[in-house]
């Protein structure tokens, strides 16, 4: 497709379930990157990949979440144990890598999924 | 102190007139500056970059970027009640985003 899609795009399950994510980038972006917004607020980032590599994990939250790119295209975000304060909007972003121009290529999002933890 | 301010609104202003948009942040190795524009129920959609001093212009839209003061802007011209939305100001340190909680404007007709 054009753009960056996510799946589901909501989700709606019961405290202490484990959910997963997904993300499919835009073709040809390099770069993945996993944030999660809240309501009035500005996304926050949480994880990015360049190809399958994880780069920089420091926003997950706790050790409940973790990503996954395993063959540099598709992402899956996963919660485990899920608690309500992970009720959030969770976004996914892609971007081109050129080397040493990284932090230069503007990041384009998806749609996002809207997790609801009753 | 955040790592990156917006005022968040909501800021009025009328059809046609002149709407300008601020954003600091503290991160003073930041090279890369974003705007999106987010729409109530939508995703951010990237109008502008900037990554030198100065100003940047495309269209109606115009961002300012001062690193010494570390203070980023955007102009939106001739605003039109299609500008209304929440405006995200966004500063890339290593690579990942750096968001502001955005600013809501409003352009009233």
């Known amino acids: 497709g054009a753009g960056v899609s996510q799946s589901p795009r909501y989700k709606v399950t019961k405290r202490g379930q484990d959910v997963a994510l997904r993300c499919d980038p835009i073709s040809g972006h390099v770069s993945l990157y996993w944030y999660r917004q809240a309501l009035g607020q500005g996304p926050e980032f949480l994880t990015y990949?360049?190809?399958?590599?994880?780069?920089?994990k420091s926003g997950l939250p706790n050790d409940r979440f973790s990503a996954e790119r395993p063959e540099g295209s598709i992402s899956t975000l996963t919660i485990q144990r899920t608690e309500q304060r992970d009720s959030a909007m969770y976004r996914c972003?892609?971007?081109?890598?050129?080397?040493?121009?990284?932090?230069?290529?503007?990041?384009?999002f998806g749609d996002g999924t809207r997790l609801s933890i009753l | 102190q955040k790592e990156v301010e917006q005022n968040s609104g909501p800021l009025s202003v009328p059809e046609g007139a002149i709407a300008s948009l601020n954003c600091t942040y503290s991160d003073r190795g930041s090279q890369s500056f974003f705007w999106y524009r987010q729409y109530s129920g939508k995703s951010p959609e990237l109008i502008m970059s900037i990554y030198s001093n100065g100003d940047k212009e495309d269209g109606r839209f115009t961002a300012q970027l001062n690193k010494a003061s570390q203070y980023v802007s955007l102009l939106i011209r001739d605003s039109q009640p299609s500008d209304s939305a929440t405006y995200l100001c966004a500063v890339n340190g290593a690579q990942k985003l750096v968001f502001g909680q955005g600013t809501r404007l409003t352009i009233n007709p």
């Open positions: 990949f360049n190809y399958e590599a994880q780069q920089d």
């Open positions: 972003a892609s971007s081109l890598a050129s080397e040493g121009w990284e932090g230069y290529q503007p990041q384009h």
